[in-house]
C-alpha cells in the first residue's frame, strides 16, 4: 500500500468554481502536511503548509486536515484558468523530517 | 535571484553508460534533496542531504550515488543506468528540513535506452 493516495484526475471545473481536492495516508505518525501546486514542464512549488489537524486559509485557498480518517483536502475558491496545474500533497512525520511522501498529484483543469 | 540549477535539462543515453546530473542552489541552504516523478506515481524520493557530508538514502534510492562535498552542489550520480531510471527529475533545496518550504529546480527529463 503506498503511503498517501491522491486521486490523479483529471478534474475540469468552469471558471469560478469551488475546487476539492484530496488525499488519504496511512502513516499516522504523518503530523506536517504541505500542497504543492506544479505547472506544466515546471518543478512544484509550494502552496501552504499546515500542522495537525485543522483548517488554515490563504486567500483563495483553505487546507483542511482529518487525522482521525487521515484524510487531507485542499479547497480553492472563486477558481480562476491560472489555477490550471497539478496539485500534489505531500507529508512527513516527527521521527524524520528529512524525509518526504508525496501524493502522486490532480491534475486540475480550469475552463474560462 | 534565488533559485535551484540543474544540468542537464534533458538527456538521453544508453544502458551502462555513466552519467552525472549536477544540482547547485545560491540560498545557503542546508537540506537537499533528489526526487523522481513518473507517472502515476508521483514524486519519490531517492537521496537527501542534511549538511555536506550528510547524505541518506530516501525511498527509491538503488541505482543512485550522491554526494555533497559543497554546501550548494548535490549531483545525482547514475552509474550505470537502466531503462528503469528513464524518468522526470527534480532537484530540491530548504534551509532545513521538515515543514521548511522546498524550492525544487526546472527538472532533467532522462531517457536511458
Known amino acids: 500500500q503506498k503511503e498517501v493516495e491522491q486521486d490523479p484526475g483529471p478534474l475540469s471545473v468552469p471558471e469560478g468554481a469551488i475546487v476539492s481536492l484530496n488525499c488519504t495516508y496511512s502513516?499516522?505518525?504523518?503530523?506536517?502536511f504541505m500542497w504543492y501546486r506544479q505547472y506544466s514542464r515546471k518543478g512544484p512549488e509550494l502552496l501552504m503548509y499546515?500542522?495537525?489537524?485543522g483548517n488554515k486559509e490563504d486567500g483563495r485557498f483553505t487546507a483542511q486536515v482529518d487525522k482521525s480518517s487521515k484524510y487531507i483536502s485542499l479547497f480553492i475558491r472563486d477558481s480562476q484558468p491560472s489555477d490550471s496545474a497539478t496539485y500534489l500533497c505531500?507529508?512527513?512525520?516527527?521521527?524524520?523530517?528529512?524525509?518526504?511522501?508525496f501524493g502522486s498529484g490532480t491534475k486540475l483543469n480550469v475552463k474560462p | 535571484e534565488a533559485q535551484v540549477t540543474q544540468n542537464p535539462r534533458y538527456l538521453i543515453t544508453v544502458t551502462g553508460k555513466k552519467l552525472t546530473v549536477t544540482c547547485s542552489q545560491n540560498?545557503?541552504?542546508?537540506?537537499m534533496s533528489w526526487y523522481r516523478q513518473d507517472p502515476g506515481l508521483g514524486l519519490r524520493q531517492i537521496y537527501y542531504?542534511?549538511?555536506?557530508?550528510?547524505?541518506d538514502k530516501g525511498d527509491v534510492p538503488e541505482g543512485y550515488k550522491v554526494s555533497r562535498k559543497e554546501k550548494r552542489n548535490f549531483p545525482l550520480i547514475l552509474e550505470s543506468p537502466s531503462p528503469n531510471q528513464t524518468s522526470l527529475y527534480f532537484c530540491?533545496?530548504?534551509?532545513?528540513?521538515?515543514?521548511?518550504?522546498?524550492?525544487f529546480g526546472p527538472g532533467t527529463r532522462l531517457t536511458v535506452l
Open positions: 499546515t500542522y495537525s489537524s
Open positions: 530540491a533545496s530548504s534551509l532545513l528540513a521538515g515543514i521548511n518550504e522546498q524550492f
Open positions: 540560498m545557503n541552504h542546508e537540506y
Open positions: 502513516n499516522s505518525a504523518f503530523q506536517y
Open positions: 542531504s542534511m549538511n555536506v557530508e550528510v547524505t
Open positions: 505531500a507529508m512527513n512525520a516527527p521521527d524524520n523530517f528529512n524525509k518526504f511522501y
